[in-house]
C-alpha cells in the first residue's frame, strides 16, 4: 500500500487527458478553469464563514472537491509546461521557512 | 528514496504553521490568499500566451513557483478543515471519469 | 433624461444596503462575493471562447448579468471604505494614458 | 458641470483603446487581466483587514487604484461583447431588489 504522490497525481491527470483528442486545453483556458474552481470555492467558504449562512453539512461535503477541482487544474497547468510539482512545492516551503521566520511570532516551546 | 506524496505536503504544511502562535488564517483570509497567488499566476499566463509577451525565461522560473504557491493555500485550507486531500483527488479523479467520459473525443486506438 | 452617472450608482447601492440591518459586509466577505462573479464570468467567457462551447444565445443574457455584478460588488467595496469612484477611474485613465503611450502600437492616422 | 455617467467611461475606455492596432485583447485574455486586479485588490483588502497588517496610509491610495482598475478591466470586456453596462446594471438592481428582499432583516423605521 503507498500514499499518492504528487508524481502520481501529475501522471493520473496526464492519462487522463490524453485520452482525448483535444488534449489540454490552451492555458488561458485552463486558467480560466482555476478562476471558476476558486469562485466556486469562495462561495463556499463565504457560506461556512460569511454573511450567507448555510447548513454546514450541504457544505462540507462540496469544500473538498472544490479543493480538489482546484488541485486537479493546477497540475493540468503544471503538465502543461512540463513543470515537476513535487520540486516546486519543496522550493517554495524552503523559500517560506527562509523569508517568513522573523514575520510571525514563533511559539516559545519552554 | 521515496516521493512526495499528498499525506507528507499536509504534514509539512501543518507541522510549518504550528510553529508560530497565529497558527492557520481565518478562512477568509486563506481565500484572499489563493485569489493573490492566482492573480499572480494570471500575470504569468498572460505574459507567456497573451498580448503583453515578455522574454519566456523571465517566467518560467516564476510560474512554478506560482503553482506550487497555489497547491500551499490549498494544503493549508484543507488542513484548517481536516480534508484528506488524497482523498478528495481520488474521487474528483472518479468524478470527472464518470461526468466527461462522453464529453469529448475518445482518441481511436485502433 | 440622463444617464447613469457613477455617482448615482454609489448610492442607489448604498441606499439599498442600507435598508438592511446587517448593512455592508465585512471586506473579505464582499471580496469573496467578487470571487465568486469573476468565477462565474470565467465560466461565462469560457464558454464563448474556449473549448467548452456551449450555445452563444444561453450566454449572452447571462454575460452582462455577471459584468453588472462585479460592478455591483466593487461598488460595495468602494463604499464601504469611501471611495469615489469617479475621481479613481479617471486616476486610473490618466495613468494608463501616460504609461502605456509608448507600450503599443498607435494606429497611423496619415 | 456634469458627472461621469457610465456610458462616459464605456466611451472614455474605447476611444482610449482604439487608438491602439492591438485593439481589445481576446477575451481569455482580459479575462485574465481581471483576475490580476482582483488578485491585487484580495491584497490590499487582506492587509487592511487580515492578518498580514500593513500601515493604513500605505493601502488606502492604492485600493482606490485597484477598484478603479477592476472597473476599467470589466468595462473593456462589456465594449468588447457590446454590453451596455447602464442597462445591465439597474436590471441588476432590480434583480436584487425582488430576490433579496425577504433574505435579509429590513430595518424597522417605526
Known sequence: MHNLSFKDAQRHVDEWIRQFEEGYWPPLSMLASIMEEVGELAREINDLEGYKKKKESEIKTTLRL????????????ANYYKIDLEEAFNDIMKKYTQRDKDRWTLKRTF
Do not use: G, Q
Request: charge should be negative; glycine fraction near 0%.
Open 66 to 77: 472544490e479543493l480538489a477541482d482546484i488541485i486537479f487544474s493546477v497540475i493540468c497547468v
